[in-house]
């Protein structure tokens, strides 16, 4: 099992490395930034609650599925972490 981690945990590598190296735009770099920033926990969290606590009728119904989906989503990726445990 460990053969296989090493093996994958080296072709990340391989491909992190590439792309740093190969794709560069400084204006995509930032743009991204932001994008990224969007899928955080501050921002995700944040736009559940909203909805939940200042929509109406259906904007509050699509509030809670978003707090339903974020607690079954995290607590999936937290077990699997916690059973793969592999360094980033």
């Known amino acids: 099992m460990k053969?296989?981690?090493?093996?994958?945990?080296?072709?990340?590598?391989?491909?992190?490395?590439?792309?740093?190296?190969?794709?560069?735009?400084?204006?995509l770099d930032k743009f991204m930034r932001c994008i990224t920033e969007l899928g955080g926990t501050i921002f995700t969290v944040?736009?559940?609650?909203?909805?939940l606590l200042f929509g109406?009728?259906?904007?509050?119904?699509?509030?809670f599925r978003m707090l339903v989906s974020l607690s079954i989503t995290t607590l999936f990726v937290q077990i699997l972490k916690r059973s793969v445990s592999r360094e980033r």
Do not use: W
């Open 3 to 27: 053969a296989i981690t090493r093996a994958f945990c080296s072709g990340d590598r391989k491909i992190f490395y590439f792309l740093n190296s190969n794709i560069k735009c400084g204006v």
């Open 46 to 51: 944040g736009l559940t609650l909203s909805l």
């Open 56 to 63: 109406k009728n259906i904007v509050r119904m699509l509030g």
